[in-house]
T-cell receptor, first 113, second 113 residues
Framework: AQTVTQSQPEMSVQEAETVTLSCTYD???????LFWYKQPPSRQMILVIR??????QNATENRFSVNFQKAAKSFSLKISDSQLGDTAMYFCAWPLTGNQFYFGTGTSLTVIP | KAGVTQTPRYLIKTRGQQVTLSCSPISGHRSVSWYQQTPGQGLQFLFE???????NKGNFPGRFSGRQFSNSRSEMNVSTLELGDSALYLCASSFSGPTYGYTFGSGTRLTVV
């Protein structure tokens, strides 16, 4: 079965510190894409970062970066210099065949001032 | 440019009624997907439309249906509402599919009483 697992239901981090959210997945495919989405209290899902599985280089978007370990099927998100606005639910996601996303169960991140 | 617009934002319906939710995608996007989000089940895929054709459907009963118009706007309909249909319904759009990620709307919060 193709699955996505986020083992940390809740996390907290001090403002300006670094935090890493974990995600593991299981697939038999070789070429695919992985995503992290953020859902703040406003409810809108916001794309944080995208990783192409065939690229060995980890994706980076400003303070957000991933640690992609293809062999281990691990796709963690690192947030540097955490800001209060980073408080949100974070979902790891990847597109299953058939043009649909499969989302993990999410990690609730709280940034403490 | 305008984002994905979902209307209404909130809706309260009585068990047994039917409801129609609307989604206007980003201009130029032809793929529209719908997701149901609940605390217990998380984010679950409902269906995806591309150029007025349903390409994929999730594992939901036939009471859940949708359609897409020639201008890419989409509607989803739930008939014979049940208490368990209370959820946040998210619409997402992309140019052709999930490869580059979807842009989500802020959702419609449906409460069935």
């Amino acid at each position: 079965a193709q699955t996505v697992t986020q083992s940390q239901p809740e996390m907290s981090v001090q403002e300006a510190e670094t935090v890493t959210l974990s995600c593991t997945y299981d697939t038999s495919e070789n070429n695919y894409y992985l995503f992290w989405y953020k859902q703040p209290p406003s409810r809108q899902m916001i794309l944080v970062i995208r990783q192409e599985a065939y690229k060995q280089q980890n994706a980076t978007e400003n303070r957000f970066s991933v640690n992609f370990q293809k062999a281990a099927k691990s796709f963690s998100l690192k947030i540097s210099d955490s800001q209060l606005g980073d408080t949100a639910m974070y979902f790891c996601a990847w597109p299953l065949t058939g043009n649909q996303f499969y989302f993990g169960t999410g990690t609730s991140l709280t940034v403490i001032p | 440019k305008a984002g994905v617009t979902q209307t209404p934002r909130y809706l309260i319906k009585t068990r047994g009624q039917q409801v129609t939710l609307s989604c206007s995608p980003i201009s130029g996007h032809r793929s529209v997907s719908w997701y149901q989000q609940t605390p217990g089940q998380g984010l679950q895929f409902l269906f995806e439309y591309f150029s007025e054709t349903q390409r994929n459907k999730g594992n939901f009963p036939g009471r859940f249906s949708g359609r897409q118009f020639s201008n890419s706007r989409s509607e989803m309909n739930v008939s014979t509402l049940e208490l368990g249909d209370s959820a946040l319904y998210l619409c997402a759009s992309s140019f052709s599919g999930p490869t580059y990620g979807y842009t989500f709307g802020s959702g419609t919060r449906l409460t069935v009483v």
